[in-house]
């Protein structure tokens, strides 16, 4: 998180007053190649950033806000911080559900930690498989829905090289959940890249980012407005001037 870019950005939102915000991951750089006191620092500013917002916040937990799984951190599953741990006690589950305005949001965790690699792929275990099936069972087939996960669903990277994979198989079998129902916005945050693709009914979004390297062309956030059933995504650069 760069702190000034994102204080720009902060003011930014609050002028524009939505209803809440809902991050994409990757609110600090970074928890996963430091031991658990030095990710509690950055913790610990990330909270103090959030507070600037007016505005509820929806967190969507990214691979930085893993502590200690790579490298030589001096750490490892031993310690009670490690991985998601330290984000569990201090903001609950990584994965959950809410409700808003008669829309149903998936706020899902896509990071598989590797410990014996010191790494981490993308992924979604069965735990969380069998909890998205429980929340489908009980959600009306006709209320509009939003995924928000960190790892991309659908890979911007793959439109323009064919190493990339638009899709894997694992999380194809996730999407595969909510093919009968009224899935509307799947939003990512992982490339940190700029993308509005509209297929079958869903908007599949990729929000850009405010970090540090980020291009001019993807330094920004997305508006989301819903108005009589239609969404509006927009794609806003963050403001230099504020």
């Known amino acids: 998180m760069v702190v000034a870019s994102f204080e720009r950005m902060t003011k930014q939102v609050n002028k524009l007053h939505p209803d809440f915000v809902i991050t994409g991951g990757d609110m600090i750089y970074t928890a996963k190649n430091v031991d658990d006191r030095k990710a509690e620092v950055l913790f610990n500013l990330m909270d103090k950033e959030f507070k600037l917002f007016k505005m509820p916040v929806y967190y969507t937990i990214g691979n930085h806000e893993h502590v200690g799984i790579a490298g030589e951190t001096g750490i490892d599953q031993s310690n009670p911080n490690w991985g998601k741990q330290m984000w569990i006690k201090r903001y609950g589950k990584q994965y959950y559900t809410f409700i808003h305005n008669g829309w149903k949001f998936f706020v899902l965790d896509g990071i598989s930690i590797l410990p014996e690699q010191k790494g981490y792929t993308q992924g979604i275990d069965s735990v969380q498989v069998d909890w998205i099936k429980s929340e489908l069972n009980s959600t009306d087939k006709k209320m509009p829905l939003v995924i928000s996960i960190h790892t991309p669903i659908v890979n911007p990277h793959a ?83 504020n």
Do not use: C, Q
Request: charged letters at 25%; glycine letters at 10%.
């Open 159 to 241: 439109i323009t090289t064919s190493v990339s994979r638009v899709m894997s198989p694992k999380i194809e079998a996730v999407l595969n959940l909510f093919k009968d129902y009224n899935l509307r916005i799947v939003l990512e945050g992982h490339t940190h890249l700029y993308m509005n693709l509209y297929f079958d009914g869903t908007y599949y979004l990729s929000g850009g980012s405010t970090g540090y390297g980020t291009s001019n062309e993807d330094d920004g956030f997305y508006l989301v407005k819903v108005k009589k059933g239609t969404e509006d995504p927009e794609f806003i650069k963050t403001s230099r001037n």
